[in-house]
């Protein structure tokens, strides 16, 4: 774990003295767009055209923010078109680190694909990054916005899913208003939990993270999914931070009131969107769990990885009795 300072890597914890023990996550700092066209999109400055080939996503299997990227390139059959690196699962004094040299940027850490994109940048060397072979530079590191790209820019190439759209315009008043409450309290609501360093801090994020899953447990009593009928992208928003609950949340996070599998209507909609076609396959359960009871030594310093849970996500579940849109 560290950070890049004027592009020099210093190694360091997360700094939540300044902030009464709360963990605080930074806004991401590349925000470019790929467009169908190169123009710029919602920010960032243009010149980023959808092409096969061109561009390379860098993801770690553990980490939430990098697997909701890589559930879109699989649904929306970008494999062909957007390759893949993927870091080893331990971050430790180097940060995110490559097995070999990765063949498109020839970094051997995730900070060096940061001092290429940038030479000065501060910050830190999170993933995913999406990077352009063309421009060798970040694109984007912002996962939420990489999702977005992957679910339109692309549309007009060959071979890529053309009638997956998981934002569809008539539902994004209320995919974002979810989204908020859901980034807030369960994505990152996780992370506050689990890197508190006060008992209040742990507690007022305990707190609101199982207000929210009390709140969606209820609306998945009404609706097959978040926004009604239909799998949009506040699903696979919310899917990949269940899916690492009861594994690593509960335990090393402190996130123990209750499980998923206690939730009778979060636990079958978890299932049913794990045996969604092609998701099964981008969910690594080994380094989910190596990752985060190994790589945060102040939550755990033995980095001893617990057996458990036994988890169940191919049996059947019940969503079938809630409808689909039309
Ligand atoms: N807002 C970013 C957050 C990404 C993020 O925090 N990734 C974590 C892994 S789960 C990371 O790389 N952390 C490294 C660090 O904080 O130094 C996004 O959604 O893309």
């Not at 080893?88 to 060096?112: C, H, N, R, S």
């Not at 709140?215 to 690492?244: C, M, P, S």
């Not at 979060?266 to 969107?273: D, G, I, K, M, V």
Request: aromatic share 12%.
């Amino acid at each position: 774990m560290g950070r890049l300072v004027d592009g020099v890597w210093h190694t360091d914890w997360y700094d939540t003295k300044s902030t009464g023990g709360r963990f605080v996550r930074k806004t991401s700092a590349f925000r470019n767009w790929v467009t169908p066209d190169g123009a710029p999109g919602p920010s960032g400055s243009g010149g980023f055209a959808a092409e096969a080939g061109r561009y390379h996503l860098i993801v770690s299997l553990a980490c939430p923010w990098a697997h909701r990227t890589l559930i879109l390139r699989r649904l929306k059959r970008l494999e062909d078109t957007i390759t893949v690196s993927v870091v080893e699962p331990l971050m430790l004094d180097d940060g995110w680190t490559f097995a070999e040299p990765d063949p498109v940027t020839g970094a051997e850490t995730a900070w060096q694909v940061y001092v290429k994109a940038d030479p000065v940048y501060s910050g830190r060397a999170t993933v995913p990054i999406l990077w352009d072979r063309e421009r060798e530079t970040i694109v984007s590191n912002e996962s939420s916005e990489i999702l977005r790209m992957f679910n339109a820019a692309f549309d007009a190439l060959d071979g890529v899913e053309t009638r997956l759209d998981v934002y569809p315009q008539e539902l994004r008043e209320e995919i974002d208003a979810v989204n908020a409450r859901v980034y807030d309290t369960v994505n990152n609501g996780v992370y506050k939990a689990g890197f508190a360093t006060t008992q209040g801090a742990y507690e007022e994020a305990v707190t609101q993270l199982f207000e929210s899953l009390d709140w969606l447990e209820d609306r998945l009593a009404r609706q097959r999914y978040l926004v009604g009928g239909r799998i949009t992208e506040a699903d696979w928003r919310l899917f990949t931070t269940l899916v690492r609950f009861d594994p690593v949340y509960v335990g090393h996070f402190k996130c123990n009131l209750r499980r998923i599998v206690d939730y009778p209507n979060l636990s079958n909609y978890l299932r049913e969107l794990y045996q969604h076609p092609g998701v099964a396959g981008t969910c690594d359960f080994e380094t989910i769990k190596t990752h985060y009871y190994g790589s945060h030594e102040t939550v755990n310093p033995t980095r001893i990885v617990p057996l458990g849970p036994v988890l169940d996500l191919d049996a059947p579940h019940d969503r079938d009795r809630l409808p689909l849109a039309a």
